[in-house]
């Protein structure tokens, strides 16, 4: 009875390995567009739930995060690309 029971609990599944089974299926099943939809769709109902005052608040605490994670150059070069970036954008360019 002892051997059974070990074999059953061998054969069962995490929950992470069924939810990585589970996104493969679904990942060879769909393409890009579908990612997209249900983001945009997500996003929307997210958006009705929320208020501005929540998306502050996670603004601020992934920049917080994000600023103990990274030190004064990343910023630096973060900054400067994004500067090359809208400078290539310009319709007036000098």
């Not at 029971?5 to 054969?11: D, I, L, M, V």
């Not at 400067?80 to 000098?94: D, F, I, L, P, Y």
């Amino acid at each position: 009875m002892t051997n059974q029971r070990s074999t059953e609990q061998e054969k069962k599944m995490t929950l992470e390995e069924a939810g990585r089974k589970g996104g493969q299926a679904t990942s060879k099943k769909h393409d890009k567009q579908f990612y997209e939809q249900i983001g945009r769709k997500g996003g929307k109902a997210t958006a009705q739930k929320h208020s501005s005052e929540f998306y502050r608040e996670i603004g601020r605490k992934g920049g917080k995060a994000t600023s103990e994670k990274y030190d004064k150059q990343f910023y630096e070069k973060i900054g400067r690309k994004g500067g090359e970036v809208r400078a290539g954008n310009r319709t007036n360019k000098v």
